[in-house]
């Protein structure tokens, strides 16, 4: 144990340095390593230290322990060691506030509900429209939201909004929709991808898709997000039609909301969801609205022929002997399928109980897959399938064998584009040649599921293990697959709403350009 | 208008949506985003949904941003604040002897000596213990005092005025460094520097700024930070600013004594904390009782618990135990020598000082672990948590950025960002001292708490 006391001349560091550096040093038990002060150095004395006269402008380093040598050269090591470059000082906003600081347009918030509000509000009070894809947000903190978005001028769209596509810009599940002229106002996620995927189908594009959340035209919230959006859409130079797909109405919020697009300079389609009118007829009357042909809706099938699609052999809701079971990813799908099928046991996996704790189905297909195990093996099932960004990018991939091994039969209603990142064509096909009847339209889709259920199992090709050998027997099936007909094809006028038995009748050559599934 | 090209997407929560929109090639920027603090999610609905509070939270932070505080005099407690005999303030919120911590003690055994209310150490503590003596903290009497933040009748202090709004706020003249009775010492060289301080510093000082006339510390403390100061743990420019300012007058005041007082402030890198703290309390005040404000007014330690003060819910104190600083030691000091947190110099924090400033001054960026780079980090970060950037108090290294003003608790509660407080560290024992100075993480509770009452 021995002192070492010495002191540098005129050598400066600050006292945080000083600190450090002598802090833990080895072989000193007691380390004073500080500017020469009359406070330090009596401090020095005051530990025993032998302390020589010195200037506040000197270093004084007074050390005690088994080997002051060693310790004062590792104190000069970190004294003349050079600081380490600086780090990325860049770090991420933590609030919708703070991003909010940055030049931006939208914020798009998918939180968990319950935290929701905040983030929604930093937008609304930074002036920002805001696209609420969380669910489970209470009822009073959508419409404080919507209050104060009204205040400030500014669009929320949700809470629980599935799908939106501003300026060309796909947001949540969005699909992949030529530019054109519909916007669209939309209570309903997927009810909007059904009908933007149908126009696009059809050769017609969107401007706009502003969701509003299924709750807005309640009598607590009072249309105020569908009323805000339609004047939007009125304003914007690119909208020649506007369709609003509405959830059922309370009854002052529907007149108050027919008010407001009646006064509109841009004409309105609207789509009541749960009345006669399904989205399928709905993407009809908008082609019809704006001159443009109505096509047959694509199919693709090994299960013969789709003109049962048509929906005329459903019966009298009592059916068949078949369960005819739904398993489906989108709330507004899913019921249309109910409404149209007319009988069946239908399941929304995209319900909040579902999701409580995982992935939405459109993204994580694990909850289908187990209930497609599950159906009784001569079950008709109907399920869709959604594709687009935000989407599982390769649903096919898990449902195929799913399909194949199922013993039931199985119709999917698959709304997509040909441009979504996952190809409508070739999802279509991967579920054919698994044994699955394939439908752009839902509506058609669950008619053809009902109209299927309806009539006694017949020992199909499809089902059974080793599906995938079923794609050859159907390759030659009438109608089996026709897609995009291209905007403007002469005689397509001809399949109006609800376009029965033609499409069956009118195989690969009525349209040039069209291509048949088979390759 | 979003309707008109391709939208700038803010995107909060769900990472592949984010992603999907980068494969569209939209430009984004991304919230990190994480759950409240636990147990928060409720009361912070009710928070963000009272109508009140984003007008109210602009009023307060738009009064703590826009004072102007300049120091108006130095005068004895006695005379300005309501000190009867046998009463002393403290930092912090309120305490009884019986939970003070040793610096406390240490502190108020020195003030009963330094009054002659007891004449010995053991009768001061008898008196302390047994009650008859009255502690109220400082903040309730518009003052503010470092570390133990003991105030007594016969002390001078700085007395600061807030020329916009008309508030005035009080703090002790710094002692200086090392064994001295903020940190709970009180030897005789304690007790006779206060007497000094008592007799020739104080008075001095008070005719030599009735000279000079008010000194606008705010152009100070902005000057200051931009010369490498927090104005919390390092005060070496601003000490410097003021003694330039103040030293003709004091020759002109006191000849006599001059020389001295020049060099007992030229000797203490810390004499201008006392004055930011004074400055940064009147500026904070001027924000106070907003109804419906989620503003941080104050922050303060008692050496046991942590404390804050909201604008919306007035006087009332919301605390946690007091953490235990992490910094650098003197000597041979070492972590189980220091005190849990103590005093009321937090007050610069929550003007957006201090930690919060702690990107202006690099001299003293080993605190936060060593580098500039954590320094700017910290400052950053404080961002997140507050209302306003500061419009006088800038940051050269951030492109003059102004100060992360005004805390939220709110905002404390969404993010989990606790403030960043730059500290003293006292030592545990009565009569220690200072033993080093660093870093202390606030109680998450103090702000939980506050959110809680605010959500009624």
Not at chain 2, 123 to 139: F, I, K, M, N
């Amino acid at each position: 144990m021995g002192d070492a006391v010495f002191v540098r001349r005129g050598v400066y560091h600050d006292s945080v340095t000083l600190m450090r550096a002598g802090a833990g040093l080895p072989g000193a038990e007691v380390a004073v390593v500080a500017m020469a002060t009359q406070l330090n150095l009596g401090l020095a004395r005051d530990l025993g230290f032998d302390v020589p006269a010195a200037d506040p402008g000197d270093l004084l380093v007074a050390l005690r322990g088994d080997d002051v040598a060693g310790a004062a050269e590792e104190l000069d090591r970190r004294l003349t060691e050079r600081a380490p470059p600086g780090r990325e000082s860049e770090q991420p906003p933590r609030t919708t506030r703070s991003a909010a600081r940055s030049p931006a347009d939208l914020v798009l918030v998918s939180v968990p509900g319950e935290h929701a509000f905040a983030e929604a509000l930093d937008a609304v009070e930074a002036g920002l429209p805001v696209m609420i894809f969380s669910d489970g947000v209470p009822v009073e903190q959508e419409r404080l939201l919507k209050e104060r978005a009204d205040e400030r001028g500014v669009l929320v769209m949700g809470p629980d909004c599935g799908t939106a596509v501003i300026g060309g810009v796909g947001l949540g599940f969005a699909n992949v929709l030529r530019p054109g002229p519909v916007g669209v106002v939309a209570a309903s996620g997927t009810g909007a991808q059904q009908v933007t995927c149908l126009l696009d189908l059809a050769g017609v594009g969107v401007s706009h898709v502003l969701g509003v959340g299924g709750r807005d035209l309640s009598a607590e919230i009072g249309g105020r997000s569908t009323v805000r959006a339609l004047r939007m859409l009125d304003d914007d130079p690119a909208t020649e039609l506007i369709v609003l797909i509405s959830k059922p109405p309370s009854p002052e919020v529907a007149a108050a909301v027919r008010e407001v697009a009646g006064a509109l300079r841009t004409p309105v389609v609207t789509a009541v969801l749960g009345g006669d009118a399904d989205l399928t007829s709905a993407a009809e009357e908008a082609l019809r609205a704006l001159g443009v042909p109505v096509p047959d809706w694509p199919s693709w099938t090994a299960l013969g022929d789709v003109a049962d699609s048509s929906g005329d052999g459903i019966g009298d809701g009592t059916g068949g002997g078949r369960a005819l079971v739904g398993v489906y990813s989108g709330g507004t799908l899913c019921a249309e399928a109910a409404a149209v099928a007319g009988r069946g046991e239908f399941t929304d996996y995209g319900d909040d109980v579902y999701t409580r704790a995982r992935a939405h189905p459109m993204i994580d297909p694990t909850l289908r897959l187990e209930a497609l195990r599950k159906v009784p093996p001569d079950a008709v099932v109907l399920m869709d399938v959604v594709l687009g960004h935000g989407a599982d990018p390769d649903p096919a991939a898990a449902l195929a064998p799913a399909i194949a091994a199922s013993p039931a039969t199985v119709v999917v209603a698959l709304v997509g584009t040909e441009g979504d990142p996952q190809g409508l064509r070739r999802q279509a096909e991967t579920l054919r040649a698994a044994g699955a009847a394939v439908f752009a339209s839902n509506a058609r889709a669950a008619r053809f599921a009902a109209t299927t259920a309806s009539r006694p199992p017949s020992p199909a090709p499809d089902s059974g293990p080793g599906a995938p050998g079923v794609a050859a027997p159907a390759l030659g099936a009438p109608g089996a697959a026709r897609l995009d007909p291209g905007p403007g094809i002469p005689g397509a006028a001809a399949h109006g709403s609800g376009s029965g038995p033609g499409s069956g009748s009118a195989p690969g050559g009525v349209w040039p350009g069209s291509v048949t599934e088979v390759s | 208008m979003v309707l008109d090209g391709p939208p700038r997407v803010i995107t909060v929560g769900a990472e592949p949506l984010a992603e999907a929109l980068r494969e569209q090639a939209a430009d984004t920027v991304t919230v990190a985003w994480r759950p409240p603090m636990a147990g928060t999610a409720e009361a912070l609905g009710r928070v963000l949904a009272d109508p009140r509070r984003r007008a109210a939270n602009e009023l307060a932070v738009r009064r703590m941003t826009g004072a102007r505080p300049y120091l108006a005099g130095v005068r004895r407690a006695s005379e300005l604040l309501r000190l009867p005999r046998g009463m002393f303030l403290h930092a912090g919120p309120p305490i009884t002897w019986r939970r003070a911590s040793g610096p406390l003690r240490g502190a108020l055994i020195g003030a009963m000596l330094l009054e002659r209310y007891a004449p010995d150490e053991r009768a001061a503590e008898q008196a302390l213990a047994s009650g008859d003596v009255l502690l109220e903290p400082c903040h309730g009497h518009g003052a503010v005092g470092p570390m133990a933040g003991v105030v007594s009748p016969s002390m001078w202090l700085f007395e600061v005025r807030d020329d916009e709004h008309g508030g005035v706020a009080y703090c002790s003249l710094n002692e200086g460094l090392g064994k001295v009775l903020r940190y709970g010492a009180y030897g005789p060289e304690v007790l006779e520097r206060l007497r000094w301080m008592d007799t020739v510093l104080g008075p001095v000082l008070s005719a030599a700024v009735e000279l000079a006339g008010p000194i606008d510390l705010r152009a100070m403390i902005a000057q200051a930070l931009q010369m490498g100061d927090e104005l919390h743990n390092r005060n070496r420019a601003a000490t410097s600013l003021l003694l330039r300012e103040l030293a003709p007058a004091v020759v002109d005041a006191a000849p006599a004594n001059a020389s001295d007082v020049l060099r007992f402030i030229a000797g203490n890198d810390h004499f201008f904390l006392n004055a930011a703290m004074a400055a940064a309390k009147v500026s904070t005040d001027a924000a106070r009782d907003v109804p419906g404000s989620s503003l941080v007014v104050a922050m303060a330690r008692n050496g046991t618990d942590f404390g804050v003060q909201v604008s919306g819910l007035g006087s009332r104190w919301f605390t946690g135990p007091a953490g235990v600083p992490d910094g650098l030691f003197l000597g041979a000091y070492g972590p189980g020598d220091a005190n849990p947190d103590i005093g009321d110099s937090t007050i610069t924090e929550t003007s957006g000082l201090g930690g919060f400033a702690m990107a202006a001054a690099p001299a003293i960026v080993r605190f936060v672990g060593g580098e500039v780079a954590d320094a700017v980090a910290a400052t950053r970060s404080m961002y997140e948590i507050t209302l306003a950037e500061h419009p006088a108090y800038q940051i050269p290294a951030l492109g003059f950025r102004g100060t992360p003003v005004g805390i939220d608790v709110a905002l404390v509660a969404r993010t989990g960002l606790l403030p960043v407080v730059n500290t003293g560290i006292a030592g545990r024992v009565a009569g220690t001292g200072q033993v080093g100075a660093g870093l202390v993480s606030p109680p998450a509770e103090a702000f939980t708490s506050a959110l809680a009452a605010l959500a009624g």
